[in-house]
């Protein structure tokens, strides 16, 4: 088909496109991101005058769109965004201010450069950004859904809705179960193929006798010692913020048994009005 579109597509161009960007092989990827990585990877590295290789932009591509689009990029920094902005308002009251364009660039401009080092790390890690990222991610993820069911129970018993309550909690359970243990196995394990720190270990072990592998440089080892140590300590991060919060929802929920009327406080839902057309109308005369 996409000969017939007038492009020459030839095995042996298929086998230097996957040579050019690290892989072993580009065919039968199923959906569209790998190929979306290859064409990012291609346009990137000819636009900016062949500044580092095809693969290195075909793996930033694939942990950009992969990791970032759909969580950091889009819901994560938004939602971030206005979370940094309450907490600079503390230390200056200007800084909270939505309405203001300074404040809402430094707040946006703070999380991109968080996230944006996450993939920068991940693009130059030595054993591959997606080793290093992914279970972080995965973990995070997780973690943040096991955090809104929590919210959610929580509404239901100030609502005086209770007996409902087993819908959010029966999944609640179960993932911070999964995500808590998995946590903590992937910050303490001994086994050097899971624990962060038993691999950070491993790898500054080999610095310190000199034993280096041919494969690796002494800075790149010390990189990986870094990049899995500042997993963990991320990773034990988000097992105390969900301990925190699974803590302050249990007190939050028995609080809510105990009074005898609902404590919710919601906005009633309000209809628009049947003559909206009419209200806006006017309202544009009047201007």
């Known amino acids: 088909m996409v000969s017939g579109w007038g492009f020459s597509i030839t095995p042996d161009t298929l086998h230097q496109i996957a040579s050019e960007v690290g892989e072993q092989s580009i065919i039968s990827r199923a959906g569209g991101a790998p190929t979306l990585a290859v064409g990012m990877a291609y346009i990137l590295h000819g636009s900016l005058g062949g500044l580092m290789d095809v693969s290195f932009w075909y793996h930033f591509a694939i942990l950009f769109e992969a990791l970032f689009i759909l969580t950091a990029v889009d819901a994560g920094t938004r939602a971030a965004r206005f979370m940094l902005q309450d907490l600079l308002g503390v230390i200056s009251p200007g800084l909270k201010k939505t309405s203001s364009l300074p404040a809402n660039l430094l707040a946006t401009a703070l999380c991109v450069l968080a996230w944006g080092y996450f993939l920068h790390q991940g693009v130059v890690d030595p054993l591959g950004g997606i080793n290093t990222l992914w279970p972080l991610f995965g973990i995070a993820n997780q973690m943040l859904a096991g955090m809104a069911l929590m919210l959610c129970a929580v509404v239901l018993f100030k609502m005086k809705r209770q007996r409902y309550a087993w819908v959010a909690l029966l999944p609640t359970s179960w993932l ?93 839902y309000e209809p628009m009005p049947e003559n909206l057309d009419a209200i806006e109308t006017q309202a544009k005369g009047a201007h």
């Open 176 to 268: 911070l179960i999964c995500t808590l243990t998995a946590g903590w196995q992937k910050s303490f394990s001994p086994d050097t193929k899971v624990g962060f720190l038993a691999i950070a270990n491993k790898f500054q072990a080999m610095i310190d006798s000199g034993n280096i592998p041919p494969q690796y440089t002494e800075s790149q080892l010390a990189q990986l010692v870094f990049n899995n140590r500042l997993d963990a300590g991320l990773t034990i991060f988000f097992m105390i913020v969900v301990v925190v919060l699974a803590l302050f929802s249990i007190k939050t929920a028995l609080a809510a048994l105990k009074e005898d009327k609902p404590t919710a406080k919601e906005t009633p």
